[in-house]
Every structure is written in structure tokens, then in C-alpha cells.
């Protein structure tokens, strides 16, 4: 069974751009999360998607956003980029609806914002 | 506080040495404790998991959790230079899609 793929693996971006990243889940998968990965802040939870609906929500600005399509793919976005938003960024399937669902990550997209 | 606080490392140790990493947690509604490992330029793998107190054995490691002092542990025995990671806990309540992680403890098996 194919893993969660991430594309692109390494961007690099500009202050004031946009950025689009996308997910791939593994097959069956309904839930996608999105993680973001800092040396400093460590992981910490963005957002969850669930049958194309928003299910929970981290703390991040409203500059964080993302949506999932009917086939579970998943895709985030980050505007007005700032130089802390240089991170990792993780994404995670799971079947989403049970207790004790374990995440499985994908390999993650490296943002560097210039 | 932090949520979860988990000693950074490094830790290094020699091949076949016992490992012991540790993680506090200050909610004490979190009912399920996961380990993840994470090598370096991939996504978090997840290793093992527990439900409430108690220890579970998988090979060579071994998770356990003291919920009345809430401190999770995570031993791995006979060390092996492939064990070199770092090592995330994430305790959570039944939202298992919303994890807290820790900062990671980074181990180093030297052979």
C-alpha cells in the first residue's frame, strides 16, 4: 500500500508570496492533518480535514488554510508568507473515524521563505 | 507549562546499552500515548502506542506510562546504530488526529 506522498519536497518562496503544498493520503484514509515542524516550537497541529469539512483547528493565524477534496487529497495554503514560516510541513492520513486511529505521516515539504 | 516536555538530547550511547526516554504531560485527561520516531529528512514514524497505565512490549521496546505522575517512558534495549532518531511522544485524549507532541529526544547509537 502506497504511503502519504507530499509534493513538492523543498520550495522556496519569497515574503508576501503564496504557497500551495499538497497531500496524497493512503488509500481508504478519510482524515488528513497537517503539521507544521520547527527546530525551536517542534510539531504543532495546524488542522484536520474529514470527508471535505474542517473537523479541528490548531492555532494558527487565518494565513494557515487548507481544504480536501472527495478524494480525500488534501492541500494547504499560506499567504502573505512571513520568515517564521520557514518550516517542515507535515501531513498525516488516518481512517479518522475511530478511537485510537494512528497517523501516518508523509515525508513532509521543506518551506524556506527568503 | 508545556503540554508535553520532553528532555531534547542529544543522548548518546553506546551499541547494546539500555535507552530510557522519558516525556511529562500535564493534562490528565490524555487517555492514549504514542511514540513516534522520526530519522532525519523523513516524517514521524509511528513505533508504539499505549492505552491508559501499564507497560507494552514490542521486540525491544517497551512503552510505559504512570498516569498518576504523568510520566511516559520509552525503553529500548540492546541499542543498535539503526535505533539513531529522534523519538516524539504524543500523549492525546480520544482525538488521536489531534496530536500534542512533544519536542523530541534525539538519540545517537554509536557502534
Known amino acids: 500500500k502506497a504511503g502519504v506522498t507530499q509534493t513538492p519536497r523543498y520550495l522556496i518562496k519569497t515574503r508576501g508570496q503564496q504557497v500551495t503544498l499538497s497531500c496524497s493520503p493512503i488509500s481508504g484514509h478519510r482524515s488528513v492533518s497537517w503539521y507544521q515542524q520547527t527546530p525551536g516550537q517542534g510539531l504543532q497541529f495546524l488542522f484536520e480535514y474529514f470527508s471535505e469539512t474542517q473537523r479541528n483547528k490548531g492555532n494558527f493565524p487565518g494565513r494557515f488554510s487548507g481544504r480536501q477534496f472527495s478524494n480525500s487529497r488534501s492541500e494547504m495554503n499560506v499567504s502573505t508568507l512571513e520568515l517564521g514560516d520557514s518550516a517542515l510541513y507535515l501531513c498525516?492520513?488516518?481512517?479518522?473515524?475511530?478511537?485510537?486511529?494512528?497517523?501516518?505521516f508523509g515525508n513532509g515539504t521543506r518551506l524556506t521563505v527568503t | 507549562q508545556k503540554e508535553v516536555e520532553q528532555d531534547p538530547g542529544p543522548l548518546s550511547v553506546p551499541e547494546g546499552a539500555i535507552v530510557s526516554l522519558n516525556c511529562t504531560y500535564s493534562n490528565s485527561a490524555f487517555q492514549y500515548f504514542m511514540w513516534y520516531r522520526q530519522y532525519s529528512r523523513k516524517g514521524p514514524e509511528l513505533l508504539m502506542y499505549?492505552?491508559?497505565?501499564g507497560n507494552k512490549e514490542d521486540g525491544r521496546f517497551t512503552a510505559q506510562v504512570d498516569k498518576s505522575s504523568k510520566y511516559i517512558s520509552l525503553f529500548i534495549r540492546d541499542s543498535q546504530p539503526s535505533d539513531s532518531a529522534t523519538y516524539l511522544c504524543?500523549?492525546?485524549?480520544?482525538?488521536?488526529?489531534?496530536?500534542?507532541f512533544g519536542t523530541g529526544t534525539r538519540l545517537q547509537v554509536f557502534p
Open positions: 504524543a500523549p492525546t485524549t480520544y482525538n488521536t488526529d489531534k496530536l500534542i
Open positions: 498525516a492520513s488516518s481512517l479518522g473515524t475511530a478511537d485510537n486511529s494512528p497517523l501516518h
Open positions: 499505549t492505552y491508559s497505565s
